[in-house]
């Protein structure tokens, strides 16, 4: 999954705290993407002393959260999916081993 802003690069003109948030965000789009790899994703929490989001970050960070919201919606759908799944095979009775025949011969 191509991150929201892959081509969005900062520069070293930009304030120390811009490119914190470039960094963070990055992270997270990172963590997002193991996520729909399928890889355990990390807990994300903010640096300390981030600081507010830059007002030019505030569309991406909405972009990545959209993306966050939507993959939590496909998880779940995989989970209830899956869930089905296993009610579907837990209610086929357990082969049992017995001194009985398990089919009738009705030719024979």
């Known amino acids: 999954m191509a991150s929201p802003d892959a081509?969005?690069?900062y520069?070293?003109?930009e304030p120390v705290h811009v490119r914190d948030w470039h960094d963070a965000l990055g992270r997270v789009e990172e963590?997002?993407?193991?996520?729909?790899?399928?890889i355990d994703p990390v807990?994300?929490?903010p640096p300390i002393a981030l600081g507010p989001i830059p007002p030019?970050?505030?569309?991406?960070?909405?972009?990545?959260?959209?993306a966050q919201l939507h993959t939590i919606?496909?998880?779940e759908d995989v989970r209830?999916?899956?869930?089905?799944?296993l009610a579907a095979v837990r209610s086929v009775p357990p082969a049992e081993s017995s001194a009985h025949p398990v089919y009738f011969?009705?030719?024979g």
């Not at 209830?80 to 799944?85: D, E, N, P, R, V």
């Open 56 to 66: 030019e970050l505030v569309e991406r960070a909405a972009r990545l959260l959209e």
């Open 105 to 107: 011969d009705l030719i």
């Open 43 to 45: 807990p994300w929490r």
């Open 80 to 85: 209830q999916t899956t869930a089905k799944h």
């Open 11 to 13: 520069t070293d003109e």
């Open 73 to 75: 919606r496909y998880l």
């Open 31 to 38: 963590d997002l993407q193991r996520a729909v790899a399928q």
């Open 7 to 9: 081509q969005l690069e």
